[in-house]
């Protein structure tokens, strides 16, 4: 990563800045593309709305398969990415790598037929634990056979990982998961790739740090940036409802650690994930945060805040591809030190979408 201390302009960014010039000070931080490792972008009209933020910032995405139907097999992981290739505006150059939604009943031998068909991973949502996931995993002894196929094919289990038992406290539901699905899972599956995906938790960032096997996780930028607080701050805040929730300061703290801590098993994944505003702002409202449009920024300011952009680069641009066994991208983007203001609504097909942080002043502004 590079940076500079006097151009702010995006069209003069420094490339190659005095090599003494301290990071806290940097007008601009450039650095190798990143990726996504942890994306919704939904279909038809909102798939088309949301998709051209995340392809302006990021060369791949990780997209997740909770549509309505979910994307259970490989067929259907390939007609979801020729709808996202579709989307795309022209002009702009970015690839989707495909995930398969595991249910109780995904067969192995979809396995070979999804890895053929260029899927990378499948995500496991334990039944009810969030949007879309009344298909997924009721227990994941059921799924056996399908987790050797993919660790035998090389294919990445991608986890959302808390518990649903009604008894489970919302907020313990993730510590919880660790014990009693994690754990088996590091210990039975040895060599399979697993993914903690947005960690919200001291205890998940401690385990992922230590676990056994080829274990990774990814951070939200959200998660990096609020505690349960932001949920209540003069009201009830829907926008910043997610799932995994919010949880307390202490564990923003040790997320923040974590990401700026240079561990490559910590990478970045923003978990965006549109709703309608109106879907958002009623009485029962669905979880997600809708980050793309600021994406980056988000993170810089995060970064910044723990005065750790110099492992920015790292955690955006490094560490997944390292991972998931890709190449990094060639390509450079640069960051300039501006204040701008976030739109307080953007179109989002028929209706309206409503960005985290819709309407603030944000420091950080990726040049176009
Ligand atoms: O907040 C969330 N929104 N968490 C999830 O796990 C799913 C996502 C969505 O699809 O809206
Ligand atoms: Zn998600």
């Known amino acids: 990563m590079s940076s500079g201390e006097h151009e702010t302009r995006c069209e003069n960014a420094r490339v190659n800045p005095p090599a003494d010039t301290p990071l806290a000070a940097a007008r601009t931080l450039q650095l190798r593309q990143p990726d996504d490792w942890h994306l919704h972008l939904r279909d038809g009209a909102a798939l088309e709305a949301v998709l051209p933020y995340t392809a302006r910032q990021f060369a791949r995405a990780i997209v997740m398969p909770n549509l309505r139907p979910p994307v259970t097999t490989a067929a259907a992981a390939v007609a979801y990415r020729q709808r996202i290739l579709a989307a795309l505006p022209a002009g702009l150059a970015f690839e989707p790598l495909m995930t398969l939604y595991l249910t109780d009943n995904t067969p192995p031998d979809e396995i070979r037929r999804a890895r053929d068909a260029g899927v990378v991973a499948l995500k496991l949502y334990p039944a009810g634990a969030t949007t879309n996931s009344d298909a997924g995993v009721t227990d994941i002894r059921k799924t056996r056979a399908t987790l050797e196929a993919m ?4 294919l990445l289990l991608l986890v959302h990982g808390e518990v649903t038992d009604a008894e489970i406290d919302i907020f313990d539901r993730e510590a919880v998961f660790i014990d009693r699905v994690m754990q088996p899972l590091r210990r039975d599956f040895p060599e399979l790739k697993v993914v903690f995906e ?4 001291a205890e998940a ?3 992922v740090a230590e676990a056994p096997g080829p274990t990774a996780a990814t951070l939200t930028a959200h998660h990096l940036l609020y505690n349960r607080n932001a ?3 003069g009201g009830l805040r829907p926008h910043y409802y997610c799932l995994p929730v919010l949880k307390k300061e202490r564990h923003r703290v040790a997320l923040v650690q974590a990401a700026t801590s240079g561990n490559p098993r910590f990478f970045l994944g923003t978990d965006s994930a549109p709703h309608a ?3 958002k702002e009623q009485s029962v409202c669905g979880a997600g945060c809708f980050t793309a449009p600021a994406a980056l920024e988000l993170y810089a300011e995060a970064f910044e805040a723990a005065g750790a952009l110099d492992k920015f680069e790292a955690f955006a641009s490094l560490n997944g ?5 890709l190449p990094v991208n060639e390509g450079r983007i640069t960051l300039k030190r501006e204040p701008w203001a976030l739109p307080e609504t953007l179109p989002f097909g028929d209706a309206l979408i409503k960005p985290l942080r819709a309407g603030d002043t944000l420091n950080w502004k990726m040049c176009p």
Do not use: C, D, K, V
């Open 277 to 279: 505003a109106a879907m």
């Open 151 to 154: 660790q035998r094919e090389g």
């Open 205 to 207: 960032a401690q385990y």
């Open 198 to 201: 947005h960690i919200t938790t």
């Open 231 to 233: 949920l209540f701050t």
């Open 321 to 325: 591809p390292a991972f998931y066994g």
